[in-house]
């Protein structure tokens, strides 16, 4: 697993916004991410955004390490 980037398991429901936010340690940079529910119900079905999330938070964090290495690739061009 890259160290350099991590997620610590504190994630936050917003019922207003109906999105769950995660933080992310970016090489010990704190940044916050957020999913909405539609979004995670969209990629993954299910009823319950939470227990989706939950299911599915392996999957997500690989296409977040995916799209900071495209990142990282198109800055070093």
Not at 32 to 55: K, M, P
């Amino acid at each position: 697993m890259n160290q350099a980037i991590q997620f610590p398991d504190r994630e936050a429901w917003s019922e207003e916004d109906r999105m769950i936010y995660f933080p992310v340690l970016i090489g010990g940079f704190q940044r916050e991410c957020r999913i909405s529910a539609a979004q995670l119900q969209t990629r993954f079905g299910g009823t319950d955004t939470h227990n989706v999330f939950n299911d599915y938070f392996f999957s997500l964090k690989a296409h977040f390490h995916i799209l900071k290495n495209l990142f990282f690739c198109y800055l070093n061009l």
